[in-house]
């Protein structure tokens, strides 16, 4: 089994940038997709990015991702900071036989 | 448009097993080439993948969970459920079904319900 490390908290100032990572302990990141959910405070996860880059209708194109061979890790990037974006984001990904989920990343908009 | 809605005890005891049911509205199970599946989440804590069936019955587990959970779909009810035998503290969790369109893609999130196991 695989795991996925996300960095545990990461902060910007509204209408700022950050990107939250995801690395995977073994196998190829870029060999199976990668979602990431934002999840705020008592409510269900929501997918804002779905195979590795891919935006669902309705997420604002302030969110973005990609994934980066050399290090074996998928990013989500958030520009133009604003206070609703403060959540917590999962990165998910998967093999033959298991899903797995990374560990959460807390976002705060200071 | 889709809905998922969890239902079951609140409150399970130490060494029995969780029951929860997820009924599925604005799409028919057993028409669509989806996968169903459960998510947990203990409280304070990450997302734990439990496990997923294709609609024509094939089932994927957790590895961690494999020996202690079932899966199951009633097509006549348009439901799925899911039982976790022998449970503990440790399976205290938000407890979320989920549709998946193939089983690479994201997962659809219904709005969880709290299972607290307590003596």
């Known amino acids: 089994n695989f795991m996925l490390t996300q960095s545990h908290s990461v902060s910007g100032s509204p209408g700022k940038t950050v990107t939250i990572s995801c690395t995977r302990s073994?196998?190829?990141?870029?060999?199976?997709?990668v979602q990431w959910y934002q999840q705020r405070p008592g409510s269900a996860p929501t997918t804002v990015i779905y195979?590795?880059?891919?935006?669902p209708s309705g997420v604002p194109d302030r969110f973005s991702g990609s994934i980066d061979s050399s290090s074996n890790s998928a990013s989500l990037t958030i520009s133009g900071l604003i206070t609703e974006d403060e959540a917590d984001y999962y990165c998910?990904?998967?093999?033959?036989?298991?899903?797995?989920f990374g560990g959460g990343t807390r976002l705060t908009v200071l | 448009q889709l809905q998922l809605q969890e239902s079951g005890p609140g409150l399970v005891k130490p060494s029995e097993t969780l029951s929860l049911t997820c009924t599925v509205s604005?799409?028919?199970?057993?028409?669509?080439?989806?996968?169903w599946g459960w998510i947990r989440q203990p409280p304070g804590k990450g997302l734990e993948w439990i496990g997923s069936?294709?609609?024509?019955?094939?089932?994927y587990y957790n590895p961690s969970l494999k020996s202690r959970v079932t899966i199951s779909i009633d097509t006549s009810k348009n439901q799925f459920s899911l039982k976790l035998s022998s449970v503990t503290a440790a399976d205290t969790a938000v407890y979320y079904c989920?549709?998946?369109?193939?089983?690479?893609?994201?997962?659809?999130w219904g709005q969880g319900t709290l299972v607290t196991v307590s003596s």
């Open positions: 989920a549709r998946q369109f193939s089983y690479v893609s994201s997962f659809y």
């Open positions: 604005g799409d028919s199970i057993s028409s669509s080439s989806y996968y």
């Open positions: 069936m294709y609609y024509s019955g094939h089932t």
């Open positions: 073994s196998g190829t990141i870029a060999s199976n997709y």
């Open positions: 195979e590795d880059d891919q935006r």
């Open positions: 998910q990904s998967y093999d033959n036989t298991n899903h797995v």
